[in-house]
């Protein structure tokens, strides 16, 4: 019996540090029964060296990390997407791509740790990981049956919205 594996996106918008830690702990964490990409809407075109060095001292390798658009997705042979999840705030109020596949969609805020100041940035990238680090633990904890629940109930909720 082969075991399904998830696809999960993690959405900010420059792809450069939130998303990035959240893509390498879901691929460290879920190796087997989940993969694991990150996107952005307006990307920087460049990986935080920072997010890196914390994946890094967390034993976590991610050596194809790269800042790229989230409509590297929206493709009609992109991966089929299960999870769709915004990192930051700004990502969840944007429109975004119409996903093939209806994902299963979900905000996890999380503080930009870009935006603290020289001296507390590397201790903010370690708050933003254990942030990350709980919610995607959480997260692959899940049964898969209990996945594909959630994604039944989130079809009856959408029936519950049609006039």
Known sequence: MSVRVYNALFLCTG???????AEGLLTKLGAGRFR??????FPLGKVNPLALERLALEGITL??????SWDEFAQA???????????????????????PGQPITAHWGV????????AAKRIAFAKAFAVLERRVQLFTSLRPESLEQL?????????????
């Open 77 to 99: 042979d992109s991966p089929a997407l299960d999870f769709v999840i915004t990192v930051c705030d700004n990502a969840v109020g944007e429109v975004c791509p119409v996903w």
């Open 63 to 68: 050596s194809d990390a790269r800042s790229k």
């Open 111 to 118: 503080e930009d740790p870009s935006g603290a100041d020289a």
């Open 36 to 41: 694991a990409f990150s996107a952005g809407s």
């Open 151 to 163: 994604a039944l109930e989130q079809q009856i909720r959408a029936i519950g919205q049609v006039g």
């Open 15 to 21: 792809n450069s540090a939130r998303s990035i830690l």
